[in-house]
């Protein structure tokens, strides 16, 4: 299909406007509508297993997932998709839209992803900043995934590729750290020590997820998966994923 290392040289360069920056702020906010609180992504199964039981092993599980799942999954892609939507390129949208799908190792992973994006679509239709196919833009995907909607969000407010990718990634690493504030005995301060810890990474992520080719993604996350799909059986649990 595609690779980006080329894709956004120029764009690497430039500026982020004020209003781009507030418009991503936005995007990112815990408080934005969406219910991302409700889920946390296979971690609840991981605490409940024993699998992660303090901060040290949080942060390591969260490095664990951040290189090999976000890095080679959701972050390479919300580029590809952020271009689609620059190109107007319903084709291109549906594919990866689709890809993310495939990659979805879990039904509770895939709802989320589906329930989130349907969620983003309908407070963007409320606020009509949804695609308009009569105004040159590409078609939204009949089950649109949430990285596809945010992709679609992030063009919209004119925020460049890579600070695309960087909201993204610590919207991510928030809800994370806050699912483990409510499910493990972490303190909120704990929570702040491993923001340090990781926001260098989430730039390295960044870094990496922009030079992959094509088939050099997909996740590879068995333990998360594992852990996903015995969440689904648990018998108390805090959230839906």
Request: proline share 5%.
């Amino acid at each position: 299909m595609m690779t980006i290392t080329t894709m956004h040289t120029n764009e690497q360069a430039s500026t982020v406007s004020d209003l781009a920056l507030l418009g991503l702020m936005q995007l990112i906010s815990p408080a934005l509508p969406i219910g991302a609180f409700a889920w946390s992504q296979g971690l609840e199964s991981a605490f409940e297993l024993g699998w992660v039981n303090n901060e040290q092993e949080l942060g390591e599980w969260l490095e664990g997932v951040l290189a090999d799942g976000l890095t080679r999954c959701e972050l390479p892609v919300l580029a590809r998709l952020h271009t689609g939507w620059a190109n107007s390129d319903s084709e291109s949208i549906a594919y990866w839209n689709e890809w993310i799908h495939a990659n979805r190792e879990t039904s509770e992973l895939g709802d989320e992803d589906i329930r989130l994006g349907l969620a983003l679509v309908r407070l963007l239709t409320s606020l009509d900043l949804e695609p308009k196919a009569g105004q040159g833009h590409a078609q939204l995907p009949d089950e649109p995934g949430y990285v596809t909607v945010f992709a679609w969000a992030a063009y919209q407010r004119h925020i460049p590729i890579r600070q695309s990718l960087l909201g993204f990634a610590w919207a991510w690493l928030e809800n994370q750290l806050a699912a483990a504030c409510k499910a493990l005995p972490l303190g909120h301060t704990a929570a702040q020590r491993l923001n340090e810890q990781l926001r260098p990474q989430l730039v390295a992520a960044v870094d990496t997820a922009l030079m992959l080719d094509d088939e050099e993604l997909g996740p590879i996350m068995p333990s998360l998966a594992l852990g996903s799909a015995q969440h689904e059986t648990q018998y108390s649990r805090l959230f839906r994923s």
